[in-house]
């Protein structure tokens, strides 16, 4: 098969999908949606959590928000060093310190006494998972076959997102039965678990697990065939081509930090929202929170198996990528509108669950665009691509809290967020995702003779 010349790149080679069923890759998938579901849980919680948390810390809404945006500042600065760490180091080590680390920073959620105490939990927390998902896009990049990448990250950040889903019921249960507190706890356990099963069954390179078939080996891209035959090592040691990939990521960072403002507002305010605004008490506000957040559980595997779907009809990753951005921002952006309108909780609840649903259905493409960018500094990419969800992170806690204190208009903060909705829509039409390497290196500048 021919291809295009928007399509050149591993991300593109054929139209027919790699297998990952009875293959290895498949469980080494399996091990990231453990990991990414709890991620989310541990960063989720604290909203179902945050009423039962502000009333025995005498916490307001302002101070509170800042204590959820503690999270969002090292998680905003360490991405791109995380990613780095990533590459260098290789996914199996970096991620199983870093399971460890969260594992601890949500015990010391639980034993917070105050202000100061909580936001520093939170501090590591977001120290602790911001080298993660990069790091675990590196392990990805190395692991799945080109045509299988949006799909991986689709199925990835499913698995997130019923993580974020099933957090509000399940610390909702916890909290009218053993306390907040001890749901936190047990989440540090849990995490501790996974980084011993992931040190003990993956591997940096596929072609060093004794499980991996020859068949399997073949199956991998034509930039990792050398490598999974043995006869050159991994790409970590690869001077980073920070100018050429900043210029490309810019534009995706951009469109992630309009993505990251709204998901940082489902995930940090709409169990505060269904309370104050519709007066339930815990167990209705988890409900409804979990029916929102559960719309995106579908959408991000669907999103990225229509962009692989596409990227195969069209052959072109600018068509398969900005397609999903533009149809899944624009879409999350006229179904927010009716929720600044009507005041009815059925009707609220499906306007932002279908808003929610159509924010998703961008995830898997703006964490598979690193990839295809550069996959041999997938970490360093993913990072430059995902600081803008963590920076949205910063922000959107603490203007959200402020605004809602200072008008108590819960309407305000959401239009605002429907203009950036908007904004990410046009900046998605400025993505390019084609491969660096397909691209003519600048020339260079001979010195003058002396």
């Not at 889903?165 to 706890?185: C, S």
């Not at 490598?227 to 995706?252: C, D, H």
């Not at 929170?289 to 596409?310: E, F, H, K, N």
Request: glycine share 10%; charged share 15%.
């Amino acid at each position: 098969m021919t291809l295009d010349t928007e399509s050149s790149g591993p991300a593109a080679v054929t139209t027919a999908r790699s297998p990952l069923r009875h293959r290895v890759r498949g469980r080494v998938l399996m091990l990231l949606c453990v990991l990414y579901a709890i991620s989310y849980v541990d960063r989720t919680a604290i909203s179902t959590a945050g009423p039962a948390i502000s009333a025995d810390l005498h916490l307001s809404e302002t101070q509170f928000g800042f204590a959820l945006a503690a999270y969002s500042l090292p998680y905003a600065l360490l991405q791109v060093f995380g990613g780095w760490i990533g590459d260098r180091y290789g996914p199996r080590r970096v991620l199983g310190i870093l399971a460890v680390a969260w594992g601890i920073a949500s015990i010391w959620t639980g034993l917070a006494t105050g202000l100061l105490a909580l936001g520093a939990a939170r501090l590591l927390l977001g120290l602790s998972e911001g080298a993660a998902f990069p790091t675990a896009t590196r392990a990805m990049s190395s692991w799945l076959p080109g045509d299988r990448r949006g799909y991986g990250q689709g199925v990835v950040h499913s698995a997130a997102r019923v993580g974020a889903a099933i957090a509000p019921l399940g610390m909702a249960g916890l909290i009218a039965t053993v306390g907040w507190r001890a749901g936190f706890l047990a989440l540090g356990v849990l995490s501790a678990l996974w980084s011993i099963a992931w040190m003990r069954r993956f591997h940096n390179r596929p072609q060093d697990d004794e499980r991996v078939s020859e068949t399997e080996l073949g199956e991998l891209d034509a930039q990792y065939a050398d490598e999974a035959a043995g006869t050159r090592s991994m790409p970590n040691g690869r001077k980073v081509p920070w100018r050429r990939l900043v210029a490309r990521i810019a534009p995706v960072t951009l469109v992630d930090f309009c993505y990251g403002w709204m998901l940082w507002v489902y995930l940090t305010w709409l169990p505060s929202f269904f309370k104050d605004q519709y007066g339930l008490a815990l167990a209705g506000f988890a409900l409804f929170t979990t029916l929102v957040l559960s719309a995106g559980v579908v959408s991000d595997t669907l999103g990225g198996m229509l962009s692989d779907r596409l990227l195969a009809r069209t052959r072109s990753l600018r068509t398969a990528r900005r397609v999903n951005l533009v149809i899944g921002l624009a879409g999350s952006m006229l179904a927010l509108i009716p929720s600044l309108l009507v005041h009815d909780l059925v009707l609220v609840t499906i306007s932002l669950a279908v808003s929610f649903f159509f924010l998703e259905l961008t995830n898997s493409v703006l964490w598979t665009i690193p990839m295809d960018i550069a996959p041999d500094h997938a970490g360093v990419a993913s990072g430059l691509m995902n600081t803008g969800f963590g920076v949205a992170g910063i922000v959107s806690p603490i203007v959200f809290g402020f605004l809602i204190d200072r008008t108590g208009n819960w309407q305000l903060p959401f239009a605002l967020s429907v203009g950036l909705l908007a904004v990410g829509t046009l900046l998605s039409l400025r993505v390019d995702p084609r491969p660096m390497d397909s691209e003519p290196e600048p020339p260079t500048v001979a010195a003058a003779p002396g």
